[in-house]
């Protein structure tokens, strides 16, 4: 399987995670947990940014998943946690679960576009 076939793969996963979780937590508690989760990634995220051993750390552990870009810059994953926050803030539940999830599906099926069938497999 390509690296590029499995970053979609797991963006499809990953990013239905919020979506799924907020059909089973209260508001309060998934505000909670999103805010967290939302808050630790972007501060590991700027670390990883500002200190070149942990940002070589990760990518030899994550390089799969990330972009050339992303290497030297916020990752999807960081956009796609503030986007998620900034949804349930601001619309009801059940619109900011069908926008994450159409966000997460669009994603994916963006990769298969981009990536040639002979080298999905």
Known sequence: MSSTFQRGLFH?????????????LPMSLLLVCVGTVTAVFLA?????LKTPVINR??????MLLLREKERS???????V??????AF????RDIAVLAL??????????????????TMY
């Open 12 to 24: 499809l996963v990953g990013g239905m995670v919020i979506p799924v979780a907020a059909l089973f």
């Open 44 to 48: 590991f995220e700027v670390l990883r």
């Open 57 to 62: 750390w990760f990518i030899a552990h994550f």
């Open 73 to 79: 810059r916020l990752t999807g994953a960081s956009y």
């Open 81 to 86: 946690l503030i986007s998620s926050l900034i």
């Open 89 to 92: 803030l601001a619309f009801e």
């Open 101 to 118: 999830s159409f966000l997460a599906v669009g994603d994916s099926l963006a990769v298969l576009n981009e990536t040639p069938i002979s």
